[in-house]
């Protein structure tokens, strides 16, 4: 490797390389963790994620927090203005995480004072761009915690608009 830094330093390091550093997580490196660490992080996450859907709520009804695979957490709000079509906080969501991390949509938290279950055009963009059926959903008005999963979701609504 010929390097103009090293050659006007005179030295040469043999070891550096071009090839990408694999990171490896302490469980593939065979580190055990510490009893019930990993439960209390997955229960930070979440509340982390409730929080921030609260305060995307802000002064509207209804506020979300989604986050991405690659862990990225983006908040949505409910958008309308003038005649144009509104925009649910879900959809908005979905749309920011995914175009800023280009990856699906692990987790979903709703926050809302009158959140029942979410409506069918927001759950098929939540379908379009999740990780897969199997994502959490998470529902809370400050008080109490709903969860469920998006395929959990998706058959309520097939249930509903039949009857």
Not at 102 to 115: C, H, M, N, Y
Not at 154 to 161: A, D, Q, T
């Amino acid at each position: 490797m010929n390097d103009p830094t090293q050659t006007k330093l005179g030295i040469q390091n043999t070891k550096r390389t071009t090839a990408k550093v694999r990171r490896l997580s302490p469980e593939q490196l065979g580190i055990p963790s510490a009893p019930g660490e990993e439960s209390q992080d997955e229960k930070g996450r979440w509340e982390a994620l409730r929080s921030a859907a609260a305060d995307a709520a802000g002064d509207s009804d209804v506020g979300v927090a989604v986050r991405t695979a690659e862990g990225e957490v983006v908040t949505g709000n409910p958008l309308s203005r003038g005649k144009s079509h509104n925009v649910h906080a879900l959809e908005l969501a979905v749309w920011k995480g995914f175009e800023s991390a280009r990856s699906p949509i692990a987790d979903v938290a709703i926050f809302g004072q009158s959140v029942d279950i979410l409506c069918g055009r927001c759950l098929q963009v939540l379908a379009d761009y999740a990780q897969d059926a199997s994502i959490t959903v998470q529902v809370t008005d400050g008080d109490s915690v709903s969860e469920y999963s998006l395929a959990e979701l998706l058959s309520s609504v097939g249930r509903n608009s039949s009857s």
